[in-house]
């Protein structure tokens, strides 16, 4: 059974930093392609950033420069580094295996405010 488990939310304020951690059982974790998504509040779900299997790395436009996504195979872990937080950077983050039809996390609260 996939389980993917979402921690590190919180609230900071802009300019801030997060690290979200995305701990993964019931795969292969090493040979996954796995996937950061966000949903804001009265939007869709939309793509963050993807990090495949040999580690390289792709993000949205929006995240560009701010955003890194790791991982961490020993572990089955992967990570999103969030740095220059905005507040439409608020939303709920979704650790992903496999895309819309794939195995999801029960996300975890960014909100970026002062």
């Known amino acids: 059974q996939v389980q993917l488990v979402e921690s590190g939310g919180g609230l900071v304020q802009p300019g801030g930093s997060l690290i979200l951690s995305c701990a993964a059982s019931g795969i292969v974790f090493r040979i996954s392609t796995m996937n950061w998504y966000r949903q804001a509040p009265g939007k869709q779900r939309e793509l963050v950033g993807v990090?495949?299997?040999?580690?390289?790395?792709n993000y949205a436009d929006a995240v560009k420069g701010r955003f890194t996504i790791s991982r961490d195979n020993r572990k089955s872990t992967m990570y999103l580094q969030m740095i220059s937080l905005k507040p439409e950077d608020t939303a709920v983050y979704y650790c992903?295996?496999?895309?819309?039809?794939?195995?999801w996390g029960q996300g975890t609260q960014v909100t970026v405010s002062s």
């Open positions: 992903n295996r496999g895309g819309a039809h794939g195995a």
């Open positions: 990090i495949t299997s040999d580690g390289s790395t």
